[in-house]
């Protein structure tokens, strides 16, 4: 306790200066929060043109889709904030400036990522959490104090579920020397995430669900909300699913860093 | 007792044999076809409490994998290794907490926050209680000049200014070991003087025990009472300084660009040296670099000014430069028994 305390408080300290630091370029900062607030809308603007045409996906209402993108958003704001110094682990790595890491008395992950706080991510959580309000009015879900713990526990699980898949894929720069393919996929594959698991063939319904199981960011949590009389079992499982992935992804990360200084000279 | 006590100590690596070409990565794919690689292999040494050792040798002689064993991230094939009485590798947070890195070429502060930030965070990284934090920033003040810097960004610090914050930062949790790596490299004389100075203060002052290596036997010379030369994972030499200087500081090394160099310039340069100065003159004659050649000269027994006179008379030479005997060069002198 008194360790997650002193990191905690590490954290704000760290990130504070940094936000600081950031704030000096407020062009920069202004810019990539307009673009990322329009981004994240341009989803959004799919599900608008398709609905156009069509009544339903799957049988999935328009409102439906708004609200599963929003918890969508939501869940991946975690990895967006406070992971996203993911991106350039490969380059570290090549380049072996990742030696720097081992050299604190901190743990490895959190001084990693302690280094980049991605403001612009906070947008995104922002419309996320709007567009929630907006189609759960909409939807007419009635929030009693049970579900609001729901949601935040399925909310939690959900960003752990992302957190672990993008990490997992990015680990792989440990052991290879070009790594870009196998993050690549995984951030590709992330798209899916906000669309009804139904809509997907059965060996890609399967890979979602049980193999790189992003259903999990969205759909099938959101399920209990909008559909809680159809909920397969599976779905309550889904806080497990996420911590066991993490502690998966915790295993990987701690295995290529041992590996890692193996080979250097 | 010994700070750092090392013994028998091996680290060997298993690298795959690669074959050329695309068939050949594919068929690595499934190969087990490995060699071992013996980066650190037997060695034995013991460092006592507020020396300064250079470390030194050519690259690939196993200087970064000694220092990764000491630091507790890399654990050894064979034998034993501890610092301040700890085996390192068991605990690499605590091990971090005792010791300092510097690299040179690389930060360990923060790029974009001004100086005086990073090391606040240090402050609270290796809790360091106030008191210290403010008498240690009064001494890095009186040998630095750090708070003309407090507010800078660290990447607007030109790159000496960043090597004296970042030896700074690592002695600010009063560390019983710092490891500096390359601290002078890339630097001009003048920094390079300040940053020797700042070493040996913050020695002095703190007692603190360093391990340099370095590829500038100047800096050795400056700051160690002692010198362990590695190469080939094996300890050539491990005494005092003063026993390598007073040889390889004699040696200087021409640097001669010769005009219509070919096949036979080097035999005849050879030739016409001996014929004037006699065989056993201490003027070896080589062609590292391309369009260089190089004449290594030991002062002691030729003086430099006769040789390049006998040059320039001799060859018709357009370029030349004078430097320090290389590191590789006193490997290989001492494999030779210079030491001997």
């Known amino acids: 306790m008194r360790t997650l305390a002193r990191y905690l408080r590490l954290y704000f300290i760290i990130e504070a200066q940094y936000i600081k630091a950031r704030m000096q370029y407020r062009a920069d900062f202004l810019v990539s929060s307009i673009g990322m607030f329009f981004s994240s809308l341009a989803t959004l603007a799919v599900f608008w043109i398709l609905f156009n045409s069509i009544n339903d996906l799957a049988g999935w209402t328009f409102m439906e889709m708004v609200f599963i993108y929003a918890f969508y958003m939501i869940a991946i704001s975690p990895m967006q904030i406070l992971f996203d110094h993911f991106w350039q682990l490969r380059f570290h790595i090549r380049q072996g ?7 604190r008395p901190l743990n490895m992950m959190f001084y990693y990522m302690s280094e980049m706080f991605d403001l612009k991510g906070l947008t995104q959580l922002l419309v996320g959490i709007g567009l929630l309000i907006y189609a759960s009015t909409q939807l007419e879900i009635s929030w009693t ?70 259903g999990f960011v969205a759909f099938y949590p959101s399920q209990l909300f909008l559909r809680p009389e159809q909920v397969s079992p599976l779905v309550y499982a889904s806080p497990l699913i996420g ?7 915790y295993w990987i990360w701690t295995q290529g860093v041992n590996s890692y200084t193996g080979t250097g000279s | 007792m010994s700070l750092i ?25 499934f190969s087990g076809d490995y ?10 040494l013991d460092i006592q409490p507020g020396e300064i050792v250079g470390y030194i040798g050519p690259n690939g002689a196993g200087k970064s994998t000694t220092i990764k064993m000491m630091t507790g991230i890399l654990k050894p094939t064979a034998g034993t290794i501890t610092v301040n009485g700890q085996v390192p590798y068991a605990n690499r947070i605590r091990q971090a907490q005792i010791m300092g890195v510097v690299f040179g070429q690389r930060t360990q502060l923060w790029w974009d926050l001004p100086v005086i930030e990073s090391f606040k965070i240090l402050k609270e990284i290796y809790r360091v209680d106030q008191a210290t934090f403010d008498r240690h920033m009064e001494v890095f003040e009186k040998l630095v000049g750090l708070k003309e810097l407090y507010s800078q960004q660290v990447r607007t610090l030109s790159l000496g200014q960043r090597m004296l914050c970042d030896i700074s930062a690592s002695f ?34 703190r007692g603190t025990t360093i391990i340099l290596t370095t590829h500038d036997l100047g800096d050795v010379e400056a700051l160690c009472r002692r010198i362990i030369i590695l190469d080939k994972g094996k300890i050539l030499f491990d005494g005092p300084t003063k026993k390598v200087t007073s040889l390889f500081g004699a040696y200087r090394t021409l640097k001669l660009q010769i005009d219509d160099f070919d096949d036979t310039t080097l035999s005849s340069l050879r030739e016409k040296l001996a014929g004037r100065f006699g065989r056993d003159h201490g003027v070896t004659v080589a062609s590292i670099e391309e369009l260089w050649t190089d004449v290594t000269i030991d002062q002691a027994r030729t003086p430099l000014s006769d040789v390049l006179n006998f040059i320039m008379k001799t060859f018709p030479v357009f370029d030349v430069r004078i430097v320090e005997i290389s590191m590789e060069k006193v490997v290989q002198q001492v494999y030779e028994g210079a030491l001997g």
């Not at chain 1, 400036?97 to 050299?103: E, G, H, V």
């Not at chain 1, 899916?192 to 979602?208: H, K």
């Not at chain 2, 006590?5 to 690669?18: M, P, T, V």
Request: hydrophobic content about 55%.
């Open chain 1, 145 to 214: 104090a049970a579900r609001v713990i729901l949601l935040l526990v399925t909310l939690f699980s959900a960003a752990l579920v992302q957190v672990a898949v993008v990490l997992i894929a990015t680990c792989a720069a440990f052991w290879v020397v070009d790594s870009w393919p196998v993050l690549g996929l995984a951030w590709k594959l992330r798209e899916f995430a906000p669309y009804p698991m139904s809509i997907f063939d059965g060996a890609f319904r399967f890979t979602f669900t049980y193999i790189i199981p992003i």
């Open chain 2, 172 to 205: 600010l949790h009063n560390p019983q070991v710092v490891f500096l790596d390359e601290p002078t490299i890339g630097l001009d004389v003048s920094i390079k003087a300040k940053i020797r100075s700042v070493v040996s203060e913050l020695n002095r002052v």
């Open chain 2, 5 to 29: 006590h090392i013994q028998d100590l091996s680290k060997h690596f298993k690298i795959l044999n690669r074959r050329q070409g695309l068939g050949g990565a594919f068929r690595d794919l």
């Open chain 1, 97 to 103: 400036t990742f030696l720097k890491y081992y050299f």
């Open chain 2, 35 to 44: 060699r071992t690689v013996r980066a650190v292999d037997g060695i034995a």
């Open chain 1, 243 to 249: 911590i066991a992935l993490f502690a998966l992804m």
